[in-house]
Structure formats: C-alpha cells, structure tokens
C-alpha cells in the first residue's frame, strides 16, 4: 500500500502530461529543521531526462518510492526505468548530473552572514547548490588543445579577423550562459584562457605574425557593467552606420542565481562567404534596397539544384550566379523568398550588385590600412 509521500509523487505524475518530456514536476529539497531532530540525510534520486526528484528522509524510503516510479511508468505511460541513469545520490557528500549541472547541497561552517538583527549564522548550509562539473570544463577545453597545449584552429584561418573573433567570442558566450546559474562560474576561467590563446594563435598563422604582436594589434579595453575587461576587438566602420564590431573577452564569470539566460544569440552567418564584405556593401542583392536588409541562407547550394518541371525562382539564379549559401536581402523580398511567391519589387542586374560588392571590398581594404 502506497504511504503518504509516495502517494503525493504519483499522484503529481498522474496529473502531468503523458510520455517522458511530460513527466516532470518542481520540488524543494530539505527542510532545516524534521520534528526537532536536526538536519536529516537528504538525497537526489536523478531518473528520466528533465526530471529530478528531492526526498528528504533515509534510503530505504527512496528505494521505496522509485520501486513505485517503476510501477506507474510500466503501467501507466509503457515506459521503462533505466537504471544506469536512475541513480540515487547523497545529496550533501556526492552530486547528481542534471542537465549539465551538477546538483548538490551546500555545506560550509564557514561561510556566515548577519541577520537583520545583527545575529551571526551559517548563510549556506543546506541550501541547493548548481555547479559546473569539471569534466565538462576538461572536455571543451580539449577541443581547442593538442597534447596538452592550446592550438590554432586551420577551419578558420580562409574567415575574416572579424568573424574570427565573434566565432571565439560566441562559442564561449554560449558555455558561460548556459552556466550562468552555477555557483563556481569562475572555473570556466581555464577555459577562458584556453581559447583565448587558440584565438591568438589561430590570427597568427592567418597573418603570418607572433602572437605577441597579435595581441598587441587587437587589444582594446570595455567597459560593462561599471567594469573594465581587456579585451580583444575588430571594429570595421561603416558610412553612415554604426561600425561592425566584433570583441573577444568582457563575459563576466560572476554567479547570478537570478541571471536571465539569452537563449537567441546573434547568429553568426559562416562558410567562407565573405560575410563582411556584404555587411559592408548593406543593400539587397535582389532589388537593391538599403532597407531593413536580412540574411537569407540554405543549408548547401546542391538544393537549390532541385526544380524538376518547373523554373527556378529569380532568387534561386542570383544565388547560383553568385555561387554563395547567404544573401543579403530586404524584408520584403525575404517574405516572398519564404512564401514561395513571385518577388513582388524589380529586380537590379547582377553587374550592379557585383559593382556595389566591389565597392564595399574597397571600402574594408581602406579601414584596415587606416
């Protein structure tokens, strides 16, 4: 027969949507203080994906409880419990792997605070904590070294210094939000050194340069949130417009348990396609317009190939003229590229867009020499 906890569990399972991403439900881990008996033994009982389980009591009770999770999961939703992923974890002397983090609770005599009335008390202990497993921290820093040294990445040596620096500059951006919630953020300054000497490198073989001057050339200072961060920068200006600016560094390592995660980072539009130079050039390449202008890109130029019976867009010609993936178009030729239907403006001569593209080149050439 199913006791009080276990029936509140099942009962909360019942109530969620059917299949596995339905089967999760928030809860709180510990209280302080369990009938006047002090802090008790908590433990984490991790099982299907996006769901984790706090029970505050002994392990027999969680051995109980997931036997019955076992149960209603055959029965009711046809699912099977792994037991490789659905581990039991002290929860104050181990951690338990929970989409990326690893969740523990805090323990620290230590670590004091004062109260409201000036009383001197532990400020942490038996609170959740979130931390970045060191593991993972080991195995994207092996993606930017060989042979315990940090390298060059070749892929990138045929891209632009800007996109570069905003491919460094994102990629290590998108790690440290996704970890913004854990508690030892700064970690992740390996890592931050890591690329950082991968990127110095990677210039220095683009420009056949030290590294020393490298980072000399692209040094530059920001100023965030009243901080100063050094940092690295390429900044290409533009007539008439805010310059492009792409920067490596200024990410703050701070933990922010109320931290709003940036889940639509700025896209980075790669491929050997000579990106700045379009950005620069900032018109439509189908009508011309300097308007509201997007990137319209495929994923490979083999499936615009693809028109048995029919004729190929205008859209589709100009982008197999040009033999590139992305194009530069205003907002309203790229609603009518995705509604599939006629472009509604005139369209310019493929001459006019390659001079207008030659005159952007100009113009970066002449930013770099200044």
């Not at 029970?55 to 490789?84: C, T, W």
């Not at 190939?305 to 033999?323: C, D, F, H, N, S």
């Not at 001459?351 to 113009?363: F, G, I, Y």
């Amino acid at each position: 027969m199913e006791n009080a906890t276990t029936g509140k569990l099942l009962t909360a399972l019942r109530t969620s949507s059917t299949g596995e991403r339905g089967v999760r439900k928030r809860t709180r881990l510990v209280r302080r203080r369990a009938g006047g008996k002090g802090l008790r033994k908590q433990y984490l009982a991790c099982g299907l994906s996006y769901f984790l389980l706090a029970f505050n009591g002994p392990r027999s009770e969680v051995e109980e409880i997931k036997q019955h999770l076992r149960k209603f999961l055959q029965d009711n939703l046809k699912l099977e419990l792994s037991d490789e992923k659905t581990l039991i974890t002290h929860a104050r002397s181990e951690a338990a792997r929970f989409l990326g983090y690893e969740v523990t609770v805090m323990q620290e005599d230590k670590k004091r605070s004062k109260t409201k009335n000036g009383t001197d008390r532990r400020s942490i202990n038996g609170v959740i904590g979130l931390r970045v497993p060191s593991d993972v921290i080991e195995a994207k820093c092996q993606c930017y070294m060989r042979n315990k040294k940090a390298i060059q990445r070749p892929e990138l040596i045929q891209e632009s210094d800007y996109n570069i620096l905003l491919t460094y500059q994102l990629e290590f951006q998108g790690i440290a939000n996704y970890y913004r919630l854990a508690y030892n953020m700064t970690q992740l300054s390996k890592l931050s050194w890591v690329m950082k000497t991968s990127l110095l490198k990677t210039l220095a073989n683009k420009f056949k340069m030290p590294v020393s001057k490298i980072a000399k050339k692209y040094q530059a200072e920001l100023v965030k949130d009243d901080k100063r961060y050094k940092v690295f920068q390429v900044i290409i200006p533009r007539q008439d417009k805010k310059p492009l600016v792409a920067t490596w560094g200024g990410v703050s390592l701070a933990w922010d348990i109320k931290a709003t995660l940036d889940e639509h980072p700025k896209k980075i539009w790669n491929g050997r396609t000579e990106l700045v130079q379009r950005l620069l050039a900032d018109f439509c390449e189908l009508c011309g317009s300097t308007e509201n202008v997007e990137i319209h890109h495929i994923r490979a130029l083999k499936d615009i190939q693809k028109y048995p019976g029919r004729e190929k867009p205008e859209w589709v010609k100009r982008m197999i003229a040009l033999r590139r993936k992305t194009m530069p178009v205003c907002r309203t030729c790229h609603d009518d590229v995705h509604a599939g239907r006629p472009l509604r403006r005139q369209i310019i001569e493929l001459t006019e867009v390659k001079a207008r593209q030659k005159r952007a080149k100009t113009m970066m050439l002449e930013s770099r020499v200044r």
